[in-house]
């Protein structure tokens, strides 16, 4: 039962997590905002966090406490 529990929290985020990103893209795609000059220390942080590796996803054991 714990399990499923755990399961559903996770699947749940990731399914917020989905949408939060989904409505981020939404937003830059609309053409007021593409029109608009960005901050070129803005874009070096940006490149640099996408040049980073994906960190491993957490199994569910390593979340108990």
Do not use: N
């Not at 901050?39 to 942080?45: G, H, N, R, Y």
Request: net charge positive; glycine share 4%.
């Amino acid at each position: 039962m714990r399990q499923e529990l755990q399961m559903g929290r996770s699947e749940a985020g990731s399914r917020l997590w989905l949408s939060m990103l989904i409505a981020a893209m939404e937003d830059v795609s609309r053409p007021e905002l593409r029109r608009q000059s960005i901050d070129a220390s803005t874009l070096e942080q940006v490149r640099a966090q996408l040049a980073l590796p994906a960190s491993p996803r957490p199994s569910g054991s390593s979340l108990r406490h």
